[in-house]
Nanobody
């Protein structure tokens, strides 16, 4: 199994930035891609960004509009999400995820096999 632990969430003012981190441990040899979804109370989980582990191909949701950047550190088995120009409506829980097989473009939630516990992002006005 793969365990995913997110960090880097917190409270920022509108227009500010956060950098989320997700460290993977356990049986990660078969990992194909890692990424981020977000989910507000009572809403469906939304795709944010993902990256293939070996090829480095990036996937982004349309609403990112060039504000977010996903990256990875192979040696540390960690994926990052740099979030800039944050708006109040982006206050929610962000979840790290990992897939063991190829994913679609855009990726679908059911294509991912492991999920972290989530990290809270709060953007104040």
């Amino acid at each position: 199994q793969v365990q995913l632990v997110e960090s880097g969430g917190g409270l920022v003012q509108a227009g500010g930035s956060l950098r989320l981190s997700c460290a993977a441990s356990g049986q990660t040899c078969g990992r194909y891609a890692m990424g981020w979804f977000r989910q507000a109370p009572g809403k469906e989980r939304e795709f944010v960004a993902a990256v293939s582990w070996n090829g480095g191909r990036s996937y982004y949701a349309d609403f990112v509009k060039g504000r977010f950047t996903i990256s990875k550190d192979n040696a540390k088995s960690t994926v990052y999400l740099q979030m800039n120009s944050l708006a109040t409506e982006e206050t929610t829980v962000y979840y790290c995820t990992a897939a063991e097989a190829r994913v679609s473009d855009p990726p679908l939630p059911k294509e991912f096999d492991f999920w972290g516990q989530g990290t809270q992002v709060a953007v104040s006005s």
